[in-house]
């Protein structure tokens, strides 16, 4: 349209106008070969592959052409009319796609490379028989010209049928890459046979200039639209795969912090066994006492086992859920010294006491021989329960990450999941723990608030 707006004579314009259509034809036909090649290297179906090598075959040969007829060389007609070359050239073409239409495997390399590597041959080809003198326009005159013609349309309804039977691409994509096929075998039979003699390079027939731009038109916006549901379809992917993964690091969590809680558990359960056991076994206070804390802590390790996370809130007494840990952990050598309050609270009994349990239990292997004071208070509508140690206390450049995944100072031997089990414990009972800080060097105080029970509870 702009040419035909520039142009000063109508012939000019008509000439020019019409074979820098077809220039741009067959650039589209080459970006097609692009778009799709893009859309092989996400989608690696090797469908897309032969067909971008198929697409890239044509317009290598015919751009050259193109090129020639827009600065009005006479070789430049060859662009746009059917030649003896062309039958073996849609003979390629069948073959390329009947090899998609079977799925085959893409040879190595890239395809729109080989696509343009054969499409150059064939044109470099067809240059030398013009330049011998054997002009192969067929003009449509004799039988043999027709007989040429009448192949290369079998071969393209050949075409056509391997592209409708690619059950690898939408109807909506075949049957464009279909109309794009026939009307550029159309445009050329109508271009075919006219009288080029009136002007330098000749003038392809108008209609076949209008057929050939449809033609395009179709075999873009399949390409475009395979490109992008190609795309969305890895993004859906990619959003599945996150989604996999996501769960895969929950479900491995999972298995982590249970690990982490039957590991501890069985530690102390072990340790209370072996004193039963050793040197005679303890005195019956002792034994009495080891004995009630081996069947609090099975029956703990049992609903751990069964169904840990599922225990309602309740009511919970809290000297009941502490006294048993504070027993434990003596039998395993660490000082603890607890006061009995008579607080109750609304929590899961078995997640409170696996959160005091994970801070007794770093207090034994971050700091051993320290000292540790358990004590409950009321705040109002809460309960706090205070765990403080004299060790050492948490370094400094630990403390805005203490209760992340997988947070341990260097020399740890554990592994950074007990904190962060256990603030995620409290905080699923609409509960919290905190480190609390004390303005003293050395030591950690981490603090446990609970729900109250309601007052009439009290």
Not at 14 to 28: K, N
Not at 272 to 282: D, E, I, M, T
Not at 295 to 315: F, H, I, K, W
Request: aromatic share 4%.
């Amino acid at each position: 349209m702009l040419v035909l707006a520039v142009q000063h004579t109508a012939a000019d314009r008509v000439s020019v106008a019409g074979t820098m259509s077809l220039l741009l034809v067959q650039v589209s036909v080459l970006a097609s070969a692009v778009v799709l090649m893009y859309d092989w290297r996400i989608s690696r179906r090797a469908t897309i592959g032969w067909l971008a090598m198929t697409l890239a075959f044509i317009a290598a040969q015919h751009v050259p052409f193109a090129l020639l007829a827009v600065e009005g060389a006479p070789e430049g007609r060859y662009g746009f009319v059917m030649g003896v070359t062309q039958l073996p050239s849609t003979l390629v073409v069948l073959a390329l796609v009947v090899l998609a239409a079977r799925g085959t495997s893409l040879p190595a390399g890239n395809p729109l490379t080989t696509g343009l590597l054969l499409g150059a041959l064939f044109g470099a080809a067809r240059f030398v028989l013009i330049g011998t003198g054997i002009d192969p326009t067929l003009r449509l005159t004799g039988v043999a010209d027709l007989a040429v013609v009448g192949m290369v349309v079998v071969a393209s309804a050949g075409i056509v049928a391997a592209i409708v039977r690619m059950a690898t691409l939408p109807g909506w994509a075949r049957l464009r890459t279909v109309v794009f096929l026939v009307c550029m075998v159309s445009a050329r039979v109508l271009s075919t046979g006219r009288d080029h003699a009136g002007s330098s390079s000749g003038l392809p027939s108008p209609l076949a200039v209008a057929v050939a731009v449809v033609g395009t038109v179709a075999l873009g916006s399949a390409a475009a639209t395979m490109l992008r549901e190609t795309i969305n379809d890895n993004a859906r992917r990619l959003v599945n795969l996150a989604h996999r993964a996501a769960s895969a690091e929950v479900s491995a969590r999972h298995g982590q912090e249970k690990l982490h809680e039957l590991n501890a558990t069985v530690a102390g359960v072990a340790q209370a066994s072996r004193l039963l056991v050793r040197n005679g076994g303890p005195n019956r206070a002792q034994r009495r006492r080891l004995e009630s804390l081996l069947e609090t802590e099975m029956a703990r390790l049992e609903r751990m086992l069964a169904r840990r996370g599922q225990q309602p809130v309740s009511d919970l007494y809290l000297d009941d859920v502490l006294l048993p840990l504070v027993e434990s952990q003596r039998t395993l050598g660490t000082d603890v010294s607890f006061r009995p309050s008579g607080l109750r609270a609304q929590g899961r009994p078995d997640d409170v006491a696996e959160v005091v349990h994970i801070l007794l239990s770093n207090v034994a292997r971050h700091a051993p021989g320290a000292r540790v004071t358990i004590s409950a208070e009321r705040y109002g509508s809460t309960v706090e329960v205070r765990v403080c140690d004299d060790g050492p206390g948490v370094p400094a450049e630990l403390h805005d990450s203490l209760f992340a995944w997988g947070t341990r100072s260097a020399k740890s031997p554990g592994q950074g999941i007990g904190l962060q089990l256990a603030k995620r414990l409290m905080l699923e009972q609409a509960g919290n723990l905190t480190l609390e800080s004390t303005g003293r060097p050395g030591g950690a105080t981490f603090v446990l608030t609970i729900p109250g029970s309601p007052p009439g509870l009290s």
